[in-house]
């Protein structure tokens, strides 16, 4: 059966089912999508949503995310289970991953990120990054909300804007900006404001000349990085220089 793009899209509440699916809690309503915690035999997943707008205006490009994360074998990618579509909902169930958001970790729960925590995330997010670019996969949206932290993995979640490299629009070192300003916002957990003055975050962080140096070719204010194998040999040299 195929989606109804002129109805309004029905909003699901606790305990409905969608497929073989319960409805447990909706997590989050974007412009996209609404991403739902589901059951099925007690076990947790992720069931996307699509909206019917978002369906109508962006054509293939609303279906990038399904066909990348097929693509995709990671233990920090969820995995996709299955594809549901009917006249009234069209979505994809995915694989739960643990964790909370690292905007919550850091802005609700307030929790502080010492250097080595920020090199044992900062390399998990290199590891990823190296088997995305090894598919011709870049992520676009590396961002706290939608990276999921349990103390000891990084999960990469919402592969919306993922897209295939072509080296033209969409080129690999499109997520280094990205990493850096997530690896900053691990930086700025410690950071207390003293006096008035807002500075750069180069003038303000108290960063060795190395970090200085790797945030700021990421960011792009210095030479930006051509391959995901320079971000791994200049973070791996950084946080040994730091030890
Ligand atoms: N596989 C997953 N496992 C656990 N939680 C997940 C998973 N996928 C998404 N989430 C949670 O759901 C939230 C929304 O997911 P996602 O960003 O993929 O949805 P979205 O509809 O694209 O939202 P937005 O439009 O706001 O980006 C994430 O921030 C995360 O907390």
Redesign the pocket.
């Known amino acids: 059966m195929v989606l109804n793009l002129f109805r309004r899209d029905k909003l699901y509440k606790p305990s409905e089912q969608i497929a073989d699916y319960i409805i447990e809690k909706t997590?989050?309503?974007?412009?996209?999508?609404?991403?739902y915690?589901v059951s099925q035999d007690q076990k947790l997943y992720?069931l996307?949503q699509l909206k019917r707008g978002m369906l109508k205006k962006a054509g293939v490009k609303a279906r990038f995310e399904e066909e990348i994360l097929k693509s995709l074998q990671h233990e920090s990618v969820?995995r996709f289970i299955k594809k549901i579509e009917c006249e009234d909902f069209y979505g994809y169930v995915?694989?739960?991953?643990?964790?909370k958001?690292f905007?919550d970790i850091i802005y609700l729960d307030k929790h502080v990120f010492a250097r080595a925590e920020i090199y044992k995330v900062g390399h998990q997010l290199v590891e990823i990054l190296k088997y995305l670019h090894s598919k011709s996969i870049v992520h676009r949206?590396i961002r706290v909300?939608?990276t999921?932290y349990d103390g000891q993995t990084v999960?990469l979640?919402?592969?919306?804007l993922a897209r295939w490299i072509n080296n033209e629009i969409y080129r690999a070192d499109m997520d280094f900006a990205f990493m850096g300003d997530f690896l900053l916002h691990l930086y700025y957990s410690s950071f207390e404001l003293k006096g008035f003055k807002k500075r750069p975050w180069y003038d303000e962080l108290l960063l060795k000349p190395k970090e200085l140096l790797l945030l700021k070719r990421l960011m792009g204010v210095n030479q930006r990085y051509k391959s995901i194998f320079d971000v791994e040999e200049d973070f791996h040299e950084t946080f040994q220089a730091n030890k």
């Open positions: 997590i989050g309503e974007g412009r996209f999508g609404i991403c915690q992720i996307k969820p995915l694989e739960f991953k643990a964790g958001t905007e949206d909300p939608n999921l999960n979640v919402d592969f919306g």
